[in-house]
């Protein structure tokens, strides 16, 4: 693939110089140009440990690999150009990834899951995806996000493991999804106070402005993202009106008689490690508005070609070559779980030392 490479004749480096990249990147095809890496030469003679000292608090940002220009002109070492990509790549450890990944440049193998979903919902269809800890499913709903926002569609998310949410009443909860939206003020202003959202008038008001914002998107399918449902999940909630209490049945009641009542307006997705919202026929007597309403799946493990494709594409940026018996090796002990095979990697990365490019067969794993 080809290699951005962005010139910059100002004497001081600005952090907005690094936009280049994406906006070049948006005019090619996806096939052509390699977004892992970028080039970046600069009439700053400091380039180089302002990049380092930027970029390394944001682990998921491409690797810049700097020059200023009077190291290419002057300098006649034949290494050199090759010794500072060295330094660049194999000083970034791409395998150490703690939080879900929200860019899609070193998100491997969920392709597929997140095609399906975005096409129940284009179809106005819910969705509901759960699994273990550590898994993938919030990078997947990033992906999932991002899937939408590229044909210009509209999605919330909600964070149910906020108490900022769970410890509201049903009726306050609604007001604060519609409050997640991410628009300007002048749609906001446009919302309904929150004086309106009282246990008789929350769900009619929800819907004025959920209609609003379906308006001002475009006339556009929204998706209502709950990520930890679990949270407001009865018997297992934290707070105690929606674990004791009907606040899970008023809250799903509304959402439900909305989407009956207006065929284009949303779908949700819920998404978290314990399906038993939509698993328990009743709630306190009443029957659960979701029970068997929603079709979900468990994230699947990673298999051996994924597992794969991550882990070889992302050691050889940083000088790490896999034997392939390897991946089947780190697929089978780890049971295909991509945060314990990353973890692993970065293991593997700490302790083969600094020569590169170094060999990582059976007997180094």
């Not at 926002?149 to 493991?161: A, H, M, R």
């Not at 309904?192 to 308006?215: G, R």
């Not at 065929?263 to 007597?285: M, Q, W």
């Not at 594409?313 to 697929?331: A, H, S």
């Amino acid at each position: 693939r080809e290699i951005i490479i962005g010139f910059s004749d100002y004497p001081l480096f600005q952090p907005r110089v690094l936009d280049l990249f994406d906006y070049v990147a948006n005019k090619f095809s996806d096939l052509r140009i390699e977004k892992v890496c970028a080039v970046l030469i600069s009439k700053d003679k400091e380039i180089s440990t302002k990049i380092r000292d930027l970029l390394k608090n944001d682990a998921e940002y491409q690797v810049v690999v700097p020059f200023h220009y009077e190291e290419l002109i002057e300098n006649n070492d034949p290494y050199f150009i090759r010794n500072r990509f060295r330094e660049f790549f194999y000083s970034r450890d791409l395998f150490a990834f703690q939080a879900a990944l929200k860019k899609e440049l070193y998100f491997f193998g969920r392709s597929d899951l997140i095609h399906q979903i975005v096409n129940r919902h284009r179809s106005g269809e819910n969705s509901g995806l759960f699994g273990l800890r550590k898994t993938g499913k919030t990078s997947v709903i990033y992906g999932i996000r991002r899937a939408i926002e590229s044909t210009n569609g509209y999605s919330i998310f909600v964070d149910c493991q906020s108490p900022a949410f769970h410890q509201k009443p049903w009726n306050k909860a609604l007001k604060y999804v519609i409050d997640q939206a991410e628009v300007d003020d002048a749609v906001k202003r446009v919302f309904q106070p929150i004086e309106s959202y009282s246990p008789e008038q929350a769900t009619e008001t929800f819907e004025k402005d959920l209609l609003e914002l379906y308006e001002k998107c475009g006339r556009k399918r929204i998706l209502l993202v709950f990520d930890e449902i679990e949270q407001i999940t009865p018997s297992i909630s934290p707070s105690a009106h929606w674990r004791e209490g009907s606040d899970f049945v008023f809250f799903w009641q509304s959402l439900r008689s909305l989407f009956q009542k207006h065929d284009n307006l949303f779908t949700y997705l819920l998404v978290g490690t314990n399906p038993k919202c939509v698993e328990v026929p009743l709630i306190n007597g009443v029957d659960n508005p979701i029970f068997n309403q929603i079709p979900h799946e468990y994230i699947p493990p990673f298999d051996v070609p994924q597992t794969r494709e991550m882990v070889r594409k992302l050691g050889k940026f940083m000088g790490l070559k896999f034997d392939e018996v390897v991946y089947g090796r780190l697929n089978d002990d780890f049971g295909g779980h991509p945060f314990l095979i990353r973890n692993v990697c970065s293991a593997i990365n700490k302790i083969v030392g600094r020569e590169r490019p170094v060999r990582i067969d059976k007997a180094v794993y």
